[in-house]
């Protein structure tokens, strides 16, 4: 894609009128250099996802020129940053949509809580009321992929060692056996990176090659140059949420802490943003694989302020939204899970229940029957 002139950029941007509102609330000097710019404006494969963002801002135009909506802002339109490029995006994209899901419900008290927090980051990301009741809460995106990192990293490498060969880029092509999420590739990732720096060092990278590197416990193999293989690879739905599963428990546990000090309901959310095939989350039976397995490794056992969680998937209308009810949720008064998931549209979905059992030494899961209470309103 040819490099496109600020006055390009502008034009392209118009064609968004919510997107176009929320950039003049940034004042940015320019938007060039933007990871919208330079990776989403002017690519069709992209449009969907800029039509649903451009409706989210339509939504929440009187809250747009907030003060908590201006660090939001800053991811969206902020700098192109190398190391960190989507992640910001995905962040800032997930809390913007599920702002302006709440706020078609009616139900949005605020962005930030506590409201009259003084500094720029508040310990949730929003608050709602629901029957005169507020929930604190905040939002994370389910669509890190270590696989999306991971190549990232190797394409840069080979990017770069290319230019001193003086060859055009050559194909990259990742193969994988087992887990490959970014709770694995994140820790490993700059001795990998290292090791596969080593390895291709003298190599031409003239002709199709491939190198071995291990990650984790996973064997990687890394093609460079042209070739029949596919990229990707394939892990069970069981293995991919026991590497997940820490972090949703870190998550719960963290903000169960700060619902505790303000003594306020906590409700989380997670948002799979659309068009993202390589998330380690794909699938609401993999995020409620994880969830279940996060509440079972809960330090302290189940966290009472924690009502539950949403699935969100904006931009795909035919996968509905799912709540998950936390395992010893003490409940406001007037409120149960059934009455709460109505009010935010969603469907009230049971955890799986696993039983554990040891095998050779190690722990496993495995699916038993489902349990759902249904509480009276």
């Known amino acids: 894609m040819r490099h496109r002139t600020e006055s390009e950029l502008e034009e392209e941007l118009k064609k ?3 997107l176009a509102s929320a950039y003049e609330v940034v004042s940015c000097s320019t938007l060039s ?7 989403l404006l002017c690519d069709p494969d992209f449009a969907c996802e800029l039509s649903d963002v451009d409706a989210a801002f339509l939504c929440l135009q009187s809250r747009i020129g907030g003060s908590r909506m201006r660090p939001i802002l800053g991811k969206l339109f902020g700098q192109f940053s190398p190391l960190n ?6 962040q800032a994209l997930s809390e913007i949509l599920t702002f302006a899901r709440f706020e ?10 506590p409201s009259d927090f003084a500094g720029d980051h508040p310990p949730f990301n929003f608050a709602i009321n629901i029957q005169g009741n507020i929930l604190a809460g905040d939002v994370k995106p389910a669509n890190g992929s270590g696989y999306r990192l991971l190549e990232a990293d190797l394409r840069k490498c080979v990017s770069e060692r290319a230019a001193q060969s003086g060859i055009a880029d050559p194909c990259v092509t990742i193969r994988y056996r087992g887990p490959l999420t970014q709770e694995i590739v994140g820790p490993n990732r700059r001795l990998a990176i290292s090791d596969f720096e080593l390895q291709i060092a003298n190599k031409p990278l003239s002709e199709p090659q491939s190198f071995i590197l291990t990650i984790g416990s996973t064997r990687v193999t890394v093609i460079v140059g ?21 972090t949703l428990k870190s998550h719960m546990e963290s903000k169960g802490r700060s619902a505790d000090n303000y003594d306020v309901p906590l409700l989380l959310a997670y948002v799979r943003l659309p068009g993202r095939g390589a998330a380690d989350l794909k699938t609401h039976a993999s995020f409620g694989d994880t969830l279940s397995k996060a509440c079972k490794i809960l330090e302290g056992g189940p966290i009472s302020n924690w009502l539950g969680t949403l699935f969100l998937c ?3 209308p035919d996968t509905e939204s799912r ?19 109505q009010d935010l549209g969603a469907a009230l979905t049971p955890l799986p229940c696993f039983l554990e059992d040891i095998h050779e030494g190690k722990k496993r899961f495995s699916i038993s029957d489902k349990v759902w209470r249904d509480d009276a309103d």
């Open 16 to 18: 968004f009128n919510g």
């Open 33 to 39: 250099g933007t990871y919208l710019a330079e990776c």
């Open 85 to 90: 490029p989507v992640e910001d995006w995905d």
């Open 104 to 113: 078609s419900l009616g139900v949005l008290h605020s962005i930030g809580w």
């Open 226 to 246: 042209e070739t029949k293989e596919l990229g990707g690879g394939m892990t069970g739905t069981s293995v991919f949420s026991d590497a997940l599963a820490p």
């Open 314 to 316: 904006p931009g795909t």
């Open 323 to 341: 709540f998950y009810e936390g395992s010893n949720a003490a409940w406001p008064t007037g409120l149960s899970a059934k009455s709460l998931s």
